[in-house]
């Protein structure tokens, strides 16, 4: 008796198909050999997305194959594969690993008797590859030229046809296996088919993919049935699983998935199975000894790059910032409001965190830093020196413990380092690493991967260091050798800077603290000297000779405490929304005023702006103050140049303020704008002509036709509109974000500004405290 269920009836209305068809089908007739959970989603995704001209199934189960044709899903199906695979061009395999090896007999049987073509793609969806190959070996005298093994990463708790989903596969990894006796068109058409169905495909050797799973897959489903036996065989058990907290349930999630299907990946995987479990064993051995020594320094290590790396790995495959943004494509929808009042406290100086934990990891002895911006930027740098194997306890409150390792105690991180979107860490880290006696890869998400990376290559390279700018035009990844390997020391050098960059002077003065002989960078105009000021407070001598900078390799750093000052670069937004609004009067307390970022109160000093310093004291080699600022009328001006690189960040805010003043402000010499995380020239040229100001884009600047109005007899009059409402986008720039949140205290309609969540890369909270001192911010996440 046949088994064969066929759905002619069915036919007609079935035959509909989405309007995102692949024309024509990919396949003739595909054949999905078993209708559990992975097979029937596949089946469903291939139906809906008119992948086959034809579907057909193989499963015991005929109930299940009855009502799939039923549901119009399939056109016919069978328990017997004979009945149903013939002409197939595709055949699916969705069986239990280990019966595998059972339907490649049926396959050889139905290819001798021509019932399928010798060229018939045969793939399957198990988790398990090297046994697969295996088995098509011991069947087949040679392996079809149509075998692709595979491996869709997707699954879900339940089981069965019922439990399908036709979107089980979307933006989920399909690893395919490249055998070299497989026909190039039969993996293309494969790849073809999962992209059709949404997934992500990539390729990977059999050995490999067995081994990474082993590790990501079976290893933790391993453990957690192993702990559900180890507690259910206390005497206890009853009170261990009434009183089992949420830690047990999320880690024994998994120990409720289908025993069988679980014992043949065990003992189909074993051998990299075992040396998963063999290494494994060794870490739970090293955790249990730093227990009974009580060694807190490396157990918090242990735990911090743990907690961390837990984070990290996600951001790092997503090219995302660091911190868990709820939504990763968040808006502010802004309502204008006119004035601004209050005494705040800004977070800590970017800059200055990033240089506390490189300075305090390669330091002898422990660094405790306070006032720490805990930002994504500086966050980045963070974890690189923790992949790094630093030990550094915190952030809490911004407050951390760094146990330095001194000059040459960094280790080779396992991973690229990851520098999300922050220039400074690529920049500056580069110099550290290219010193190092190991390879390291820098790699950044998609924004920081397209800025210039050969302005710190091309002079590492005449110091001796053999790095690559890895992407498309001197971009990152860059790929560093290590010393090691090249074999000799870098070399100091003079070095002529062509721009007035702190972040490669930083790179070639951090690179030159382990080359033979002096390292001096010569800059064109000042740029910011926070990297001098902190080797000097950890007692390494810089010498500073006007514009020419030097230090000498070879010497060591000393570890100690940093106070964080709060950052200017911050500070600037909520400077301009009081000048530019009326009945406004800000304090912002213990700002950084180091004279080589001061550019903006010299700048908005120069526009007339109520400005005054107090409270002026050092923190940590750093002068703060408290600044004040009032409503003010301002008038445009001719930028001086040597400005700029004083006040490089401040300018998207910068210009908000010249719209507001009365008559022209002109920039230039300010081409750098154009490298940021944004070209920051054009995109808030662009917001602020849709905001309706008049502006023109020059080479290297900007020229903004202030609409400020002249003050009457000393009065201030900031109540005009200046600024229309609309929509901005921030192009994933904290700065744009936040320059034209600034811009609604003088706009007449509401401002929507997309793309904020990047404002966490340097001022997280920056909303909250807008809020706070009168301004109308909603942070909408309905975008995620
Ligand atoms: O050294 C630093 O910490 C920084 C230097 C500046 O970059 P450039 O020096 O490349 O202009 C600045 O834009 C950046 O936000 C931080
Ligand atoms: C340019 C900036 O930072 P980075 O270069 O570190 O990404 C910035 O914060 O404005």
């Known amino acids: 008796m046949s088994n064969a269920v066929s759905s002619q009836q069915n036919k007609q209305k079935n035959n509909k198909r989405s309007p995102l068809n692949v024309k024509p ?75 595998v090896q059972a339907v490649f007999v049926d396959i050889k049987n139905a290819m001798d008797s021509g019932q399928l073509a010798t060229d018939c793609i045969i793939t399957d969806v198990c988790s398990t590859k090297v046994n697969i190959i295996e088995a098509a070996r011991t069947v087949f005298t040679s392996l079809p030229i149509g075998l692709v093994p595979a491996h869709p990463i997707a699954g879900a708790e339940n089981s069965g046809y019922h439990a399908r989903r036709a979107t ?81 349930r999320d880690f024994t999630r998994i120990a409720a998935s289908d025993p069988k299907m679980w014992h043949d990946i065990f003992f189909a995987n074993q051998s990299a199975i075992v040396s998963a479990l063999d ?72 800059s200055i965190s990033h240089r506390s934990i490189m300075l305090g990891s390669l330091a002898t002895g422990v660094t405790n830093v306070t006032g720490f911006l805990e930002g994504e930027d500086a966050l980045a740098t963070l974890q690189a020196f ?30 690229p380092l990851y520098m999300g979107n922050s220039g400074t860490s690529m920049r500056l880290l580069a110099g550290i690493l290219a010193a190092q006696s190991f390879d390291s890869v820098l790699t950044g998400d998609t924004s920081l991967n397209k800025r210039p990376m050969e302005r710190v290559a ?34 100091g050098v003079d070095y002529d800077m062509p721009v007035a960059s702190a972040q490669v002077k930083s790179c070639l003065l951090l690179a030159g603290l382990w080359s033979e002989g002096t390292t001096t960078v010569i800059q064109p105009e000042v740029s910011r000297d926070h990297t001098e000021r902190m080797l000097s407070a950890f007692g390494y001598p810089v010498t500073v000779d006007g514009n020419r900078i030097s230090v000498e390799g070879g010497g060591t750093l000393t570890g100690g405490d940093i106070a964080v000052p709060a950052d200017i670069s911050s500070a600037a937004f909520f400077m ?106 054009a995109v ?18 900007l020229i903004i036709e202030g609409q400020g109005i002249q003050s009457q007899n000393g009065e201030v009059n900031n109540n005009q509109p200046v600024f229309g409402g609309g929509h901005i986008t921030s192009h994933h720039d904290h ?21 904020v969540e990047t404002v966490n890369t340097s001022f997280p909270g920056f909303a909250e405290l807008a809020n706070q001192i009168g301004m109308s911010i909603q942070v909408d996440h309905s975008k995620a």
């Open 386 to 415: 923790r992949d790094m194997g630093v030990t550094i306890e915190g952030p809490d409150n911004g407050k951390l413990t760094i146990h330095g390792v001194g000059m040459n105690g960094l280790k080779p991180s396992k991973t």
């Open 576 to 681: 301009v929304a009081a000048a530019i609004s009326q009945d406004s009067e800000l304090t912002l307390t213990q700002v950084g005023i180091n004279p080589t970022r001061t550019g903006v109160i010299d700048i908005l000093k120069l526009m007339q702006a109520d400005i005054s310093l107090s409270n002026e004291t050092h923190v940590g080699g750093e002068p703060v103050a408290d600044i004040t600022i009032r409503s003010s009328s301002l008038v445009g001006i001719e930028i001086p140049e040597y400005l700029v690189p004083l006040a490089i960040d401040e300018f998207p805010v910068l210009f908000v303020a010249a719209s507001c003043a009365q008559g022209r402000t002109v920039l230039t010499g300010a081409k750098e704008l154009r490298v940021k995380e944004s070209d920051r020239i």
């Open 168 to 248: 089980l596969f979307v933006n989920h990894s399909v690893i395919i296996c490249n055998l070299p006796t497989t026909n190039l068109s039969a993996v293309a058409n494969l790849r073809q088919l999962w992209e059709a169905v949404g997934a992500m495909v990539m390729t990977m050797e059999a050995e490999h993919h067995d081994a990474i799973l082993a590790h990501t897959s079976h290893l933790p489903h391993l453990l957690a049935f192993n702990l559900v036996e180890q507690l259910a065989s206390h005497d206890d058990n009853l009170d261990m699983f009434r009183y089992a907290a949420g830690g047990f």
């Open 279 to 350: 290494e494994y064993s060794v870490y739970l051995q090293d955790i249990r000894q730093l227990i009974i020594d009580k060694d807190s320094t490396a157990l918090m290590g242990l735990l911090g790059r743990a907690q961390a790396a837990r984070r990290h790995f996600g951001h790092m495959l997503a090219s995302t910032p660091y911190t868990d943004t709820p939504a990763m494509s968040a808006s502010y929808l802004i309502t204008p409001s006119n004035t601004v009042t209050g005494t705040i406290a800004i977070p800590g100086d970017k």
């Open 25 to 99: 089908p990919l396949f003739k007739q595909v054949c999905v050999i078993g209708l559990g959970l992975i097979g029937a989603s596949l089946a469903q995704a291939i139906k809906d997305n008119g992948v086959s001209e034809r579907l057909v199934a193989v499963d015991r189960h005929v109930p299940s194959l009855e009502e799939a044709i039923q549901d119009g899903l399939l056109d016919a199906g069978s328990s017997v594969f004979d009945d149903v695979v013939s002409g197939s061009d595709l055949i699916v395999l969705a069986v239990p690993v280990q019966a």
């Open 684 to 701: 808030m040229a662009d917001g602020l002509k849709t905001l309706g100001v008049d502006c023109t884009v020059t080479d290297d600047g």
């Open 458 to 491: 091309a002079p590492l390279r005449q110091m001796g260091a053999v790095i690559q700018s890895t992407g498309h035009s001197g971009t990152a990844p860059l790929s560093i050798t290590g010393r090691d390997n090249v074999g000799k020391p870098l070399q």
């Open 735 to 755: 700065r744009i974000a936040m320059s034209f949140s600034v811009a609604s205290l003088r706009a007449s309609e509401q401002i929507i500004i997309e793309g």
